[in-house]
């Protein structure tokens, strides 16, 4: 099942996308995607429903968070076995947890607003997981049972914001710099998170390319670390990483976002993205 | 004004302190004590509206929950104390250095602080509370109190094997009970000087924690200014705008930590106290 949530921001409509890939009204079903949504009982509710018996969804709306209400946008540091070789970093004996600004999501169009005073401004095509139930010291063998679907991120990142100090926090939280979507796609469409194909493109160039199958610490693991350290609640957002190719490690020079340039992304089964980047306003 | 909410967790009330310190019950007046209220505009107007003393006196003594609801984003200030960086034998930082607290570490000022499985160095943190009452990006510093709502006191419990693990501090800021805030949001009006508020922590009775707002490295409105560049703070949003020397990390010549049944109480004048026993994690 692919969720969404469609409309102008701040009034978004639940949505559902059909095996012909159409967008459908599921407003009548549920009123919002929200952390109540996500519990597995709900979400087999919403399975039972027959896409066709939805009403289709006129024209091109805004797609929005596919999930409202997210409370927790925690975020995994160097997480590729290949990134870390392209970045010349030693592997992590645990996960680097990080959390990005709730205040930052976005929708998985809407535009990339360069904050003030940035220059070096970067993107990171990664899988997010939704958590669908409260979860505590969960094992990994039990952790998928916590996970409600995955979608699309762009971990944008402010690099020079996010080195200044040792916390990369200042550097991930900025408005936009967490489009999320475009769908929510449950976990009976992906049942195997560990094989999907990622890439990112800027302005139509190829930047990174990479698969979930080169995690250090794959999905399961995530989930369980995490909840050893905070307690996960319906619709927290865990990024889990990104493979090869940011604006930081091209060679022979660092490549950064600048106003005008087109980022594309996307993930096997998860949809594509796209933002453009907008100029800080003065 | 001196608001709080109080009652079962999950089911607090909105009350407010009177001026001989008694709870007294403002559900008559409002429904909860949330972002759309910590406007400071709203909160003048419900100062100017509301005769404390004639609402209802609160019977027996009920717990008190977090002062006010939805937080978005809870920041830590890393170092802000110039004599604390002194004890650490640290520099003083350039700039702010920001973190975020999950927001599920949030609890009540007299709640147990459980201490997490697999922790051997959980340590306390006595910290002046900003809560955000109207929406900053980009705000100058001589606005910045102007998007303030109040001001509450705040244990930064921290897990200090697990803050050191990695480079990045959050793993060990975050767990369940490691964000007592309250017993009360103080408005503005009451605490015109955030520079000049004497604090102080004990554990056990002992003191271990004493010093002022007064030698902050970077002031309130500093922090409120420097952290609204980096993402957009939102009513009921909150910055812990870091602590004064006497850690527990910090004690020479060995460093102390929590253990289960020590009671940890804190104060900022004008602010009130909280006290915090710690318990081990229940269940395996």
Redesign the interface.
Known sequence: MKLCRYGNAGSEKAGLVDHAGRLRDLSGIVPDIGPNTLAPETLAKLAATQPESLLLVEGNPRIGVPVNGI??Y?AI?LNYSDHAREANMRV?P?P????K????LCGPNDDTLQ???SSQLDWEVELAVVIGRKG??VSEDEALDYVAGYCLANDVSERA?QL????????K???TFGPLGPWLVTTDEITNPQNLDMWLDVNGERMQSGNTSTMIFGVKHLVSYCS????L?PGDVIATGTPPGVGLHKKPHPVYLKPGDIVTLGIAGLGQQRQKIIAPAA | MKLCRYGPGGHEKPGIIDSNGKLRDLSLIIDEIGPGRLEPRKLRALAAAVKVEALPLVEGHPRFGVPFTGTGSYIGIGLNYSDHAKEADLPIPDEPIIFNKATTSICGPYDDIVQPKNSKMLDWECELAVVIGARAQYVSEDDALKYVAGYCIANDVSERGFQFQSTQWKKGKSHDSFGPLGPWLVTTDEIPDPQALEMWLDVNGERMQKGTTRTMIFPVKKLVSYVSEYLTLLPGDVIATGTPPGVGMGIKPAPVYLKPGDVVTLSISGLGEQRQKVVPFPGP
Do not use: H, V
Request: net charge positive; proline share 6%.
């Open positions: 409370s927790k925690i540091g992590p645990e680097i947890i990080f959390m600004a709730i205040s930052c904050p003030r005073n505590l010291y914001f200044q100090s040792s916390q990369w926090d200042k550097g939280g900025c408005d050893r350290y905070m307690t609640s």
